[in-house]
């Protein structure tokens, strides 16, 4: 991790080093996307459908949950009166309860799950049009490269160089 930072502040260095010595290869600009996302109602739309789905999703989970919980407690508290077949189907009924829970969670919250597929498929959109904005941007302004000061060790950018108001500005012309 440490080299990784190591290579990528390095890697800053030096392209900030040859855009200095060398100032015709281009421009430099970022955008804060957290800070478009926030502020794109398109995107603030895309995610409140996500949460109403995953409310939805967690509300199932939470009530196969408390099904298994009724089902564990009534077999603790009537164990003892329970002849062993009994007390085994009832077992086996809440193994069988606890595993379609676990499969259910794993559907929808696990690595490609259902959530993780909604999500792409309200956002991706959304995306391939801010980055088409951005690229716009970049052709106009003879920018050789546009950053995302969100997550990319950028310690200091003068705020000239931030185009995430412009960006935001060609977003509100698509809404129109």
């Given at each position: 991790?440490?080299?990784l930072k190591i ?144 997550g990319s060790n ?23």
């Open positions: 991790m440490k080299i290579l990528l502040l390095s890697l800053i260095f030096l392209v900030c080093f040859c855009a200095l010595a060398f100032p015709e290869a281009g421009k430099f600009g970022f955008v804060n996307s957290l800070r478009i996302q926030t502020e794109y109602k398109e995107f603030a739309d895309a995610q409140d459908k996500l949460d109403k789905d995953v409310t939805m999703w967690q509300t199932e989970l939470d009530s196969m949950k408390t099904e298994i919980d009724s089902l564990q407690y009534e077999l603790d508290k009537q164990s003892l009166l329970l002849s062993e077949e009994k007390k085994k189907d009832k077992e086996d009924v809440i193994r069988g309860k606890k595993l379609k829970y676990k499969q259910y969670s794993t559907e929808v919250f696990g690595v490609n799950g259902k959530m993780e597929r909604r999500n792409a498929e309200l956002v991706k959109p959304i995306r391939d049009k801010i980055m088409l904005i951005i690229e716009k941007i970049a052709r106009e302004g003879n920018y050789s490269f546009i950053f995302d000061s969100v950028i310690a200091y950018a003068d705020r000239k160089l931030d185009l995430t108001d412009k960006v935001l500005e060609e977003l509100s012309k698509l809404e129109k």
